[in-house]
């Protein structure tokens, strides 16, 4: 861990983030009283073509969170949203398993004409923040413009992460996840930027509430990633999803007991420390969890606990300040 720079006015937090808690978290932060930069690094594993269209569901679910026109309810898609469009795809034989918006879908065609027009993805996604009003605090990068797509191992096929997600409602026992094309990508030149230049020496990293396996991973193992986030970063603190040997929302849990991992706080800390070691410097739980930290605390983790639980937006800043006052205290 490197010692920042006195002001960390300038410096950029760094939130690595899918699109349930990380998005939410993300929400919290970019309203948080600390006017640092805050760039939110979103997983491109669960993007895929749909209608011809590429869909990106957790840099739109942290578009749509961190601009407050999220669905709150469902955590995905647009609030104050209309279905004509979708209405009338399933009545001309269209694909209805994956439920598209009016305005939502605006987006995506949005995305799609910048794209055809040979825009890289990070810049496509930059020019939607810009019109849906992000605070310009804050900035939302896709983690690599190339192509990394989720694959989901079951016992008896391997699925694309939606399928496994949507259609199957996360039901098929899991065996392995695979990042098809992970190998040949690279971190977006937007994040090297972001940590290569001077003001960076103060940059924090939180490792968002994601699941592990879906929407850290495809971030985390890009070649390259680890190091460069670990390179810059002054202090890396990670937010455990699992709270009460349970994860609030989708399949963290169920696809840690499936992998034979102990689903606790505790579980969650170390398979996290085996799997990026070195990576992280302070572990954050839930308060609900404080009674467990003693045996890792003695292990010489730096466990640390407070109300994780982002139930509405007020939380999710206080949450956020909290974050901010971690990193911050150098201790
Ligand atoms: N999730 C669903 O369970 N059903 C859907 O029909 C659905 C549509 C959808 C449309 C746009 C979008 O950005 C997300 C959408 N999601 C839907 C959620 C999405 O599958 C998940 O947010 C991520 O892929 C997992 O984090």
Redesign the pocket.
């Known amino acids: 861990m490197r010692e920042g720079s006195g002001t960390t006015s300038d410096s950029p937090l760094v939130l690595l983030s ?3 808690g990380g998005a939410r978290l993300a929400a919290g932060l970019s309203q948080s009283s600390a006017e640092r930069p805050l760039l939110v690094v979103t ?1 491109t594993g ?1 993007d895929f073509e749909h209608c011809g269209l590429t ?7 942290v578009l ?1 969170a961190v601009s407050k026109t999220i669905d709150r309810q ?4 647009r609030g104050e949203e209309s279905w004509a469009v979708f209405g009338e795809l399933k009545n001309l034989g269209g694909p209805d ?5 009016d305005k ?1 879908l605006a987006l ?1 065609l949005a995305r799609a004409a910048m794209l055809s027009a040979g825009q890289g993805l990070a810049s496509v996604t930059q020019a939607l923040g810009y019109r849906l009003d992000v605070p310009s605090s804050v900035s939302v990068l896709p983690a690599t413009e190339s192509p990394v797509r989720t694959h989901v191992v079951t016992e008896q096929e391997t699925m694309a ?2 399928e496994y ?2 259609a199957h ?1 996360c039901a098929p026992v899991l065996h392995d996840v695979v990042y098809e094309g992970i190998d040949s990508a690279s971190p977006a030149e937007q994040l090297r930027d972001a940590l290569g230049h001077v003001g960076a020496a103060g940059t924090d990293i939180v490792l968002g509430p ?2 592990p396996f ?2 850290l991973a495809p971030i985390l193992a890009i070649p390259g990633m680890q190091e460069l986030l670990r390179h810059a970063a002054r202090r890396v603190v990670a937010v455990s999803p699992i709270i009460g040997g349970q994860a609030l929302k ?1 399949p963290a849990g169920k696809i840690m007991s499936e992998l034979g991992l102990d689903v606790s706080a505790e579980g969650w800390t170390r398979f996290m420390s085996e799997q990026y070691p070195g990576l992280v410097d302070v572990w954050v739980w839930d308060e609900t969890d404080q009674a467990l930290a003693g045996d890792l605390r003695s292990e010489g983790m730096d466990i640390r606990t407070t109300q994780t639980v982002m139930s509405d937006p007020s939380r999710a800043r206080a949450f956020g300040d909290w974050l901010l006052g971690v990193c911050d205290s150098g201790h």
């Open positions: 899918g699109g349930g997983n669960d869909i990106c569901p957790d840099t739109d679910s749509y469902r955590g995905w898609g398993w994956f439920q598209l918006g939502d995506h992460f939606q997600f949507v409602r994601s699941n879906l929407s989708g």
